[in-house]
């Protein structure tokens, strides 16, 4: 089992900037993939970004260029740096993690994210 908790969202101007921060319970530094989805309301839940265990990435098209991801394994946290937000990037954002080994995913609890002026 892997807690994960949220942090960093709220409301900011377009253009701004944000960083969120998902913690988990336990290392994450062999074993998990770890990515940062979002659900807008009345939209489906999508892929934001995604680091390996490996460390390699990918991002959706919408986000490529504005978001970074990463990790830092001794603190078993990842990251999501945001920056030119856009209104269309409002949305709740959830940490994912994927355990390679289990198959087994867990979500953590979601952070609000608005962009608006």
């Known amino acids: 089992q892997v807690q994960l908790v949220e942090s960093g969202g709220g409301l900011v101007q377009p253009g701004g900037s944000l960083r969120l921060s998902c913690a988990a319970s336990?290392?994450?530094?062999?074993?998990?993939?770890m990515g940062w989805y979002r659900q807008a309301p009345g939209n489906q839940r999508d892929l934001v970004a995604r680091?390996?265990?490996?460390?390699?990435?990918n991002y959706a098209d919408s986000v490529k260029g504005r978001f970074t991801i990463s990790r830092d394994n001794a603190k078993n946290t990842v990251y999501l740096q945001m920056n030119s937000l856009k209104p269309e990037d409002t949305a709740v954002y959830y940490c994912?993690?994927?355990?390679?080994?289990?198959?087994?995913?867990?979500w953590g609890q979601g952070t609000q994210v608005t962009v608006s002026s």
């Open positions: 680091i390996m265990s490996g460390g390699s990435t």
């Open positions: 994912n993690a994927h355990n390679a080994q289990t198959m087994s995913t867990y």
């Open positions: 336990r290392s994450i530094s062999s074993i998990y993939f």
